[in-house]
């Protein structure tokens, strides 16, 4: 999720005729479903140690192959969750180009820098894959059960080529950070 306003000062950045927006951390719970999964990893470990060292002792290729994909597998779960946790997206939007870049760990891993057609080329889109039963029926104590689908970011490029900025489910918010980009 990006800030909406420029008054968040720590995630929003405005600087001579640009804007940069970061996308937000997860909340503090999610670090201690994080440690809990990292007990998990641990307690799993200390239980296959034991057996993973005798299945390499073996010297059987099979059994070598398959002590290793275990090992890889237990030490790639808590450096992939931690990437994820540190994952960081941010829009920089200044005349007629976007930059969306890709963070893990504050090092950038992907970017991707849009000339737009012009400075507001920016428009939203209503997606819903599939409407469900509540909301084919359309009954008011049903309401709250409806899939109401959720809303693109797009730009438009030089090319008259859309691409994908952002998605949100909430209109309102998506409203704000498309209004927020145009300004700039």
Same mark, same amino acid.
């Given at each position: 999720?990006?800030?909406?306003?420029?008054?968040?000062?720590?995630?929003?950045?405005?600087?001579?005729?640009?804007?940069?927006?970061?996308?937000?951390?997860?909340?503090?719970?999610?670090?201690?479903?994080l440690?809990?999964?990292?007990?998990?990893?641990?307690?799993?470990?200390?239980?296959?140690s034991?057996?993973?060292?005798?299945?390499?002792?073996?010297?059987d290729q099979? $059994?070598?192959?398959?002590?290793?994909?275990?090992?890889?597998?237990?030490?790639?779960?808590?450096?992939?969750?931690?990437a994820?946790?540190?994952?960081?997206?941010?829009?920089?939007?200044?005349?007629?180009?976007?930059?969306?870049?890709?963070?893990?760990?504050?090092?950038?891993?992907?970017?991707?820098?849009?000339?737009?057609?012009d400075?507001n080329?920016?428009?939203? $889109?209503?997606?819903?894959d599939?409407? $469900?039963?509540a909301?084919?029926?359309?009954?008011p104590?049903?309401?709250?059960f409806?899939n109401?689908?959720?809303?693109?970011?797009?730009?438009?490029?030089?090319?008259?080529?859309?691409?994908?900025?952002?998605?949100?489910?909430?209109?309102?918010?998506?409203?704000?950070?498309?209004?927020?980009?145009?300004?700039?």
């Amino acid at each position: 999720m990006f800030p909406v306003s420029e008054e968040e000062a720590d995630r929003v950045k405005v600087k001579d005729q640009s804007i940069t927006i970061k996308s937000y951390g997860l909340p503090m719970i999610f670090w201690g479903y994080l440690l809990a999964i990292l007990v998990v990893i641990g307690a799993m470990y200390l239980a296959v140690s034991g057996p993973i060292d005798k299945l390499i002792a073996t010297g059987d290729q099979i $059994n070598v192959v398959l002590a290793y994909a275990v090992l890889a597998t237990i030490y790639g779960l808590p450096l992939t969750l931690l990437a994820l946790y540190f994952y960081e997206k941010s829009i920089t939007k200044k005349l007629d180009q976007i930059t969306i870049t890709h963070k893990v760990f504050w090092i950038p891993v992907m970017k991707k820098t849009i000339e737009l057609k012009d400075a507001n080329s920016i428009e939203l $889109n209503h997606f819903m894959d599939s409407p $469900n039963v509540a909301k084919m029926r359309a009954q008011p104590e049903l309401r709250g059960f409806e899939n109401k689908g959720y809303y693109e970011l797009f730009a438009t490029d030089k090319h008259d080529k859309k691409i994908f900025i952002d998605r949100h489910s909430r209109k309102a918010d998506i409203l704000k950070i498309r209004d927020l980009l145009k300004k700039y």
